[in-house]
């Protein structure tokens, strides 16, 4: 198990706390308020190196351990959901090329994702195949050294804004799930493009779009690794991903807990701090327990992916459905603590529980998580 006592992992957690407080916390509400893509802490990141971390060195990056992207989006997180699907997202669009692609292929795009020179989205949804994405409607179709996609994908994280995508569409629908591939588009290409950009409950600085691909040609050599492997590159993408996500629902979790701390020690009611009430401090205990049990998933199932254990695909579920409940009660119960003033703008609270919802719905539902999780049980 990782231990975040080594000292490398506890000296990157300070900096980048360091950096999440000083850049990040005082953008968060002015990011949600205006829905607007923070591109000043989308610079940072990239200037700081937080890209590269899903890269492998021989690749341009700095990979050193699943953990270090887990740490990285839970710390940003803290602050401002929405920042950290910048880092999120572009390790889950990057992912089914480092899963599936040829060494050409992780050579060429791999300095340019680590480095921030482009952005890539992971686009998988489409309006009539969400957690059923082998019902997927895009078509891809081959034509001499070329395929024509046509087809929409939407919910896309970064879409609206993205250089890349990686896209799936099935190139012999009458395989089935075998019949699907996946691609490298560029957002250059004729035939792309960006038909909505969502409206949301939360996460309103993350761009989501629906992507409309209309005789979009790309060269055959962007036909990551082979056809009809699409699939098995998103499942094991997202096997990659949750934990991640798991991560990001302990990050929101932890700055709301951080929050109520504060409040519960500054709002004096009945002549005291309503901290020193029981019934305040026995739910600051519980969350903090549920966040800590939680974070600890998290931290196994970024391991068991490093390790390409056969448990990986389980543990990545369960991280993110324990870590998701947690945020999504965590955040309701800071909220709680603060009253009144939990329900107003004003204050964090409100925001931190509008965006941990997201983690229960993306990269499959807990509904899917539970389906996964039974499935490897009654294996
Ligand atoms: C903000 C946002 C960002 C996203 N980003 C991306 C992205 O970057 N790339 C991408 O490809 N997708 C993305 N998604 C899509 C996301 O992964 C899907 O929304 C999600 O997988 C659920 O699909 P759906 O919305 O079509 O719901 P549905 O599949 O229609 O599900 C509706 C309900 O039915 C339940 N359900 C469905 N099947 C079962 C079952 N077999 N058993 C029990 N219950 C079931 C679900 O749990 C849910 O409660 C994003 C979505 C959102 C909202």
Known sequence: MYL???EELKMFVGQLRKMVDNKVVPRAAEIDE???FPWDLKELFQETGLFGLAVPEQYGGAHQG???TCLAVEEIARACVSSSLIVQGQAL????ILIGGTEAQKKKYGPMVSTGEVIIS??????????DSGAMATRAVKKGDKYIINGTKCFITNGPVANLITVFAMTDASKG???ISAFVVPTDAPGYSVARWESKMGIKGSPTGQLVFEDVEIPAENLIGQEGKGFVYAMQTLDRSRPVIGAQACGVAKGALEHAIKYAKERVQFGKPIGNFQGIGWMLADMASEIDAARSLVYQAAQLIDEDNPNRSYLSAASKLVASNTAMKVTTDALQIAGGYGYMTEFPFERMMRDAKITQIYEGTNQIMKLIISRELLK
Do not use: C, N, Q, R
């Open 4 to 6: 975040l006592h080594t």
């Open 177 to 179: 799930v075998k019949g």
């Open 66 to 68: 699943h953990i270090y």
């Open 34 to 36: 205006k829905g607007e």
């Open 122 to 131: 992971f686009g998988l949804t489409e309006p009539g195949a969400g957690s």
């Open 93 to 96: 669009g990057w992912d089914p």
